[in-house]
């Protein structure tokens, strides 16, 4: 890890952020082909709860590539933006794109289900959400009831007579 990347995280962990993301800002014209200062400068805009500024650096930083462990966050992180921002649609195709490259990243599709929620897609959200939380639980009573959640993860409206 670069110095500077140092002094970032420890600007960050201080609550610095405005000092931390004016930092990654002149990483970023200096190395405007660094993805790794791109999705940086992209965390520290978000940090700020400055969305709209954090895009351009996760695409930014998605397009150039990035190793998959910082590549996960900076799908997470844009679909999260895309979210917080109204933009159901592009959250939607990121995290498809996220659980595409990493089925594994459970973490991720709990954000999905956030996204499908306000898509108005209640059925798929909770469906989604369901299925994470049996993935991912080591609650007893979750476990207990492990089967039971599952049969009715896809069948929530459904009506027994």
Not at 50 to 62: D, L, M, Q, R, S
Not at 129 to 158: C, E, M, P, V
């Amino acid at each position: 890890m670069d110095k500077q990347i140092a002094h970032l995280i420890t600007l960050r962990k201080n609550g610095q952020l405005e000092e931390a993301n004016q930092l990654m800002v002149g990483l970023v014209k200096e190395h405007p082909e660094n993805a790794y200062y791109q999705f940086q400068c992209a965390w520290t805009f978000d940090s700020l709860g400055k969305e709209k500024e954090a895009v351009p650096h996760y695409e930014k930083a998605i397009k150039l590539g990035l190793e998959p462990d910082v590549l996960i966050d900076a799908y997470l992180g844009l679909g999260s933006t895309y979210r917080t921002l109204g933009q159901y649609e592009q959250a939607e195709q990121i995290f498809i794109q996220a659980i595409h490259e990493f089925p594994e990243a459970e973490h991720v599709k709990v954000f999905y289900a956030m996204t499908l929620y306000n898509l108005g897609d209640h059925v798929k959200s909770m469906e989604t959400l369901l299925q994470t939380l049996l993935r991912t639980t080591n609650h007893q009573g979750i476990q207990d009831y492990k089967k039971a959640i599952h049969y009715y993860s896809d069948k929530l409206d459904q009506i027994w007579s």
